[in-house]
């Protein structure tokens, strides 16, 4: 059964430092590794997808990555702003689902 | 706008009521979801229809019901709602001929049974 952890379950961080959230899963067998953001009382916005091909995504400030073998995918965000702060959440496309992480809530300081 | 759509947006009701969550996608997807995020914001399938084709029932109740009457709308309805059923209920889209192309959500709906 597939499990998806994601770690820290929360950070916070002064603005202007580089972050990066982890995300792990127990079966490699997954087809793409999707990261969303999530607003408070909000709903989810896709960030970036990372296809079963592929290693890493990047948009704007934004990185990810992507290692099957070791069941890992990280999210590194570059000179961090307070309109980061969300909740970020991990999930893996597997069998048709998305099998989700419970997320890292991260807070920007101004 | 090219989106998923769901509505009501909140939603409060009695124990012992049943009610409904529409959605509706424009973005030409051939499959929908139905997902629930808990009161600890863990979200987990309920529902997937393919072309109007149950695909996906994680094991939930049924009184839970989905109906897909074409393959750009899926609604869920709820019989005999309990306290625990409430939750945010987010419907999403996606393409399965383009896997690699991921998923869309609505903005959810928030359900509180009283």
């Known amino acids: 059964k597939q499990e998806v952890t994601q770690i820290p379950a929360a950070l916070s961080v002064p603005e202007g430092e580089n972050l990066v959230l982890n995300c792990s899963f127990t079966d490699s067998a997954i087809y793409n590794l999707q990261w969303f953001r999530q607003d408070p009382g909000k709903g989810l916005t896709s960030l970036l997808l990372i296809q079963s091909s592929q290693r890493e995504q990047t948009s704007g400030r934004l990185n990810a990555s992507l290692d099957k073998s070791s069941g890992r995918s990280t999210l590194y965000i570059a000179a961090s702003q307070p309109g980061d702060s969300a909740t970020y959440l991990c999930?893996?496309?597997?069998?048709?689902?998305?099998?989700f992480g419970q997320g890292t809530e991260l807070s920007v300081k101004p | 706008d090219t989106a998923v759509s769901q509505t009501p947006k909140y939603l409060v009701t009695q124990m012992g009521n049943d009610k409904s969550i529409k959605c509706e996608q424009n973005?030409?997807?051939?499959?929908m979801y139905w997902y629930k995020q808990d009161s600890k914001k863990f979200l987990k399938i309920m529902f997937s229809?393919?072309?109007?084709?149950?695909?996906i029932n994680e094991t939930v109740p049924n009184r839970f019901s989905p109906k897909s009457p074409d393959k750009a709308h899926l609604n869920l309805h709820i019989n005999s709602l309990e306290l625990g059923d409430s939750a945010v209920y987010f419907c999403a889209s996606s393409q399965a001929s383009r896997a690699n192309y991921g998923y869309t959500f609505g903005s959810g709906t928030r359900l509180t049974v009283v």
């Open positions: 973005l030409g997807h051939d499959t």
């Open positions: 229809y393919n072309n109007k084709e149950l695909i």
């Open positions: 999930a893996g496309d597997q069998g048709g689902k998305l099998i």
